[in-house]
């Protein structure tokens, strides 16, 4: 009835469906859900910082900021592990990249470093500092790890993206 649909609207549903259903509206319904969640991994790995504007609850922009400010404390270290940051948040490696994976269809090292390379991104854009510098810098254990990462990611590398 529809007090049970405006109940599952209040709890955050993502769909809805009545018996009996119609298969076409599933797969569309289906579909629909897995655009929206591309989008929304695509916009936080593109747009790390602005947790805020996304239509997560409270509890997990809470967690995601977390994340955000843990990984960026930890920038520099090289050494910075997922098992660290899950350690920091008190839980386990493997809730951690469940949790992730939930919430933004993303591996959580992949996470660390877009935020790594974004941070690279910025360094090149604003300072005189050397690639090599900017790579330590943003946490990468060597230049040539930092260069392959960045191209991958850019489609440039580090200098030609400089220029």
């Keep these: 009835d529809d007090n049970s649909f405006v109940k599952a609207l209040q709890a955050n549903a993502d769909l809805f469906l009545t018996k009996p259903f119609n298969l076409?509206?599933?797969k569309e319904s289906i579909k629909g859900l897995l655009f929206n969640r591309e989008k929304i991994r695509y916009y936080y790995t593109n747009n790390?910082?602005?947790v805020e504007e996304l239509g997560?609850?409270?509890?997990?922009r809470d967690f995601i900021k977390k994340i955000n400010d843990l990984?960026?404390?930890?920038?520099d270290n090289s050494s910075f592990s997922?098992?660290?940051l899950a350690e920091h948040l008190n839980i386990s490696r493997v809730?951690?990249?469940r949790k992730m994976k939930a919430l933004l269809n993303i591996n959580i090292s992949d996470y660390i470093n877009n935020i790594r390379?974004?941070?690279?991104k910025e360094l090149l854009k604003n300072t005189t500092l050397t690639v090599s510098e900017i790579a330590y810098s943003c946490g990468f254990s060597t230049p040539n790890y930092f260069s392959t990462s960045f191209k991958n990611k850019y489609n440039l590398s580090p200098k030609e993206f400089r220029t």
């Design 24 to 26: 076409k509206v599933l």
């Design 48 to 50: 790390l910082n602005k």
């Design 56 to 60: 997560f609850g409270a509890q997990d």
């Design 71 to 75: 990984i960026s404390k930890n920038l």
């Design 82 to 84: 997922v098992e660290e």
């Design 95 to 97: 809730q951690l990249y």
């Design 117 to 120: 390379l974004e941070k690279a």
